[in-house]
Nanobody, 122 residues
Framework: QVQLVESGGGLVQAGGSLRLSCAPSGRTFRSYAMGWFRQAPGKEREFVASITWSGVTTYYVDSVKGRFAISRDNAQNTVYLQMNSLKPEDTAIYYC???????????????WGQGTQVTVSS
């Protein structure tokens, strides 16, 4: 069974940092583009960042540009989301996802993790 497993979430004060990790089990995702999404309470899931299979190209939603950085280590089959200068509005469940396409819509992603909670206190 293919599964993506996120880790690294937690509680942090505003201005702090967290690094999320995403590693698949059951198969390799080296040839897939990977993305991070988030869902805050009472809101729809939204795109956060994505990275091509090679790691050369990345894309971010405007609200996290300059604060978040997506990266991947294909040798370790792991994708990361470094989150700096966190704000209370970043509080959400964060999901990683894999796609053979390239985009910001959740419908373009084929595999999903269960999510990890990130809570930013003011």
């Amino acid at each position: 069974q293919v599964q993506l497993v996120e880790s690294g979430g937690g509680l942090v004060q505003a201005g702090g940092s967290l690094r999320l990790s995403c590693a698949p089990s059951g198969r390799t995702f080296r040839s897939y583009a990977m993305g991070w999404f988030r869902q805050a309470p009472g809101k729809e899931r939204e795109f956060v960042a994505s990275i091509t299979w090679s790691g050369v190209t990345t894309y971010y939603v405007d609200s996290v540009k300059g604060r978040f950085a997506i990266s991947r280590d294909n040798a370790q089959n792991t994708v990361y989301l470094q989150m700096n200068s966190l704000k209370p509005e970043d509080t959400a469940i964060y999901y990683c996802a894999a796609t053979t396409a390239w985009g910001t819509s959740e419908y373009e992603y084929d595999y999903w993790g269960q999510g990890t909670q990130v809570t930013v206190s003011s």
